[in-house]
């Protein structure tokens, strides 16, 4: 069986060491400026030369999305930033505009590209079509079916194809939104989805605007707008066979913890397909570990549907039964104690786990000590602590604790769409 390429988000630096520490193959990042996901999921220039460096160093492969809908105005931007993004070494692009794929071309010929999603490929001739104008890989549209990518693996065998296994779907086409655009200002298609189509919404009459009407099923709100988010590790071995090179998981504007546990989990997972073949068990711990990340429910999406179907979930709001505690800064060898950088408010005693790339210990807090050494009962986001941990902790290691609402059983959302 060839081993797919387990591709994870890398909204900023520390997410990219996430991702390199819990076993990605590859991630992908913004490019300032320029990509789907807006300001706040971009690196730096400087964050950017040393992701790519520390990636490379690992063998783990680096992509930069510029998968905007280029304005006329956005086309000097290109120019300028083509050559300095090839000297970073950039392993390729990700891009949707046919007038950037063009301006690309002629700056630097010898740049990979892969087409983004947001090109909505869907078909056996879309696939040569881009084959021709140079595309290495092409990240398939969402709404196909494992079936129908299994057609196009096998019609176009020199085409190198990607699909999301895992994380949010639109309720529009692929992204092709102005939901938030109207709602917010803030266009999708520039990169910038608020993701209004999850809010909550109330009727209203037009004569009696003070007094909505709150749209309820089984007395609980409906979010008729707000789709699942898409799961696959229990049918990995279906994904594989499609004949797919690389496998995505999608979120570069969710936390580190999220991308620390979505890779740690699907390596693992995909570690076992590897070795076991056939005999693929879904680990249901792994379905444990995914409802431990935020999300709204799980769905196979158009996976296995025959008809254009996306699923709701108007019963769920958001399911998050973890939070992130800390992220390790560094760790004391002799003291064996890790200094942690807090991101949720602990209190001695609190029930905590540190999350290492092959297991999971749970770390006594009874002694939470401050930067000085002093001995604290409780520290807030930002804080500086340390806490003993019994073996070597790497820097940028997660820690964890449960949040006072987390409660959904989450294998119990995982299902096939038939
Ligand atoms: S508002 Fe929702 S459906 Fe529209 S682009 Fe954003 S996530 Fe997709």
Not at 160 to 180: D, K, T, V
Not at 366 to 392: C, E, F, M, V, W
Request: charged share 25%; aromatic share 6%; with cysteine.
């Amino acid at each position: 069986m060839r081993r797919p390429e387990l591709l994870i988000p890398a909204g900023n630096l520390e997410k990219l060491r996430a991702a390199l520490l819990y076993g990605a193959d590859a991630v992908y990042v913004g490019i300032p400026g320029l990509s789907l996901r807006a300001a706040s999921a971009e690196m730096s220039c400087d964050d950017l030369a040393a992701g790519i460096a520390e990636a490379h160093a690992q063998g783990v492969k680096v992509y930069g999305a510029l998968n905007t809908f280029a304005r006329n105005t956005d086309l000097d931007t290109v120019r300028k930033i083509i050559p300095g993004l090839t000297a970073t070494g950039i392993d390729a692009l990700i891009v949707s505009d046919p007038g950037l794929i063009r301006l690309i071309r002629q700056i630097a010929p010898q740049i990979t590209l892969h087409l983004s999603t947001q090109a909505n490929t869907t078909n056996i001739e879309a696939v040569r079509f881009w084959q021709d104008q140079g595309i290495r890989r092409i990240i398939l549209a969402r709404e196909l079916t494992l079936r129908e990518i299994g057609e196009i693996a096998a019609a176009v065998p020199g085409m190198e194809l990607e699909i999301f296994i895992h994380g949010a779907m639109c309720m529009s086409y692929s992204g092709r939104c102005y939901l938030s655009a109207w709602r917010n200002k803030r266009s999708a298609n520039q990169g910038d989805c608020t993701q209004p189509c999850r809010w909550e919404y109330r009727l209203t009459e037009a004569t009696r605007p003070e007094d909505p009407i709150l749209l309820e099923e089984d007395e609980r709100f409906s979010y008729l707008l707000s789709s699942k988010d898409l799961c696959l590790i229990e049918y990995l071995p279906d994904v594989l066979a499609s004949g797919v090179t690389s496998v995505k998981i999608e979120g570069r504007m969710k936390s580190s913890y999220y991308v620390a546990v979505v890779t740690r989990t699907y390596r693992q997972a995909l570690d076992a397909l590897i070795q076991q073949k056939e005999k693929y068990p879904c680990d249901p711990q792994w379905q444990e570990e995914l409802g431990k990340i935020s999300h709204r429910g799980y769905t196979t999406g158009f996976c296995f549907a025959e008809e254009m179907i996306n699923e709701c979930s108007p019963h769920i709001k958001n399911i998050q039964t973890h939070e992130p505690a800390g992220i390790v800064s560094d760790y004391d060898e002799i003291r064996k104690q890790m200094l942690i950088s807090v991101r949720n408010h602990l209190k001695a005693g609190e029930n905590i786990e540190l999350l290492l790339p092959h297991e999971t210990f749970t770390i006594d807090t009874q002694t939470i000590l401050d930067a000085d050494g002093n001995k604290i009962d409780q520290a807030h986001a930002g804080n500086q602590i340390y806490l003993p941990s019994p073996r070597h902790t790497p820097k940028g290691a997660l820690l964890r604790k449960a949040t006072p609402a987390g409660s959904v059983d989450p294998s119990a959302s995982v299902f096939r769409v038939s």
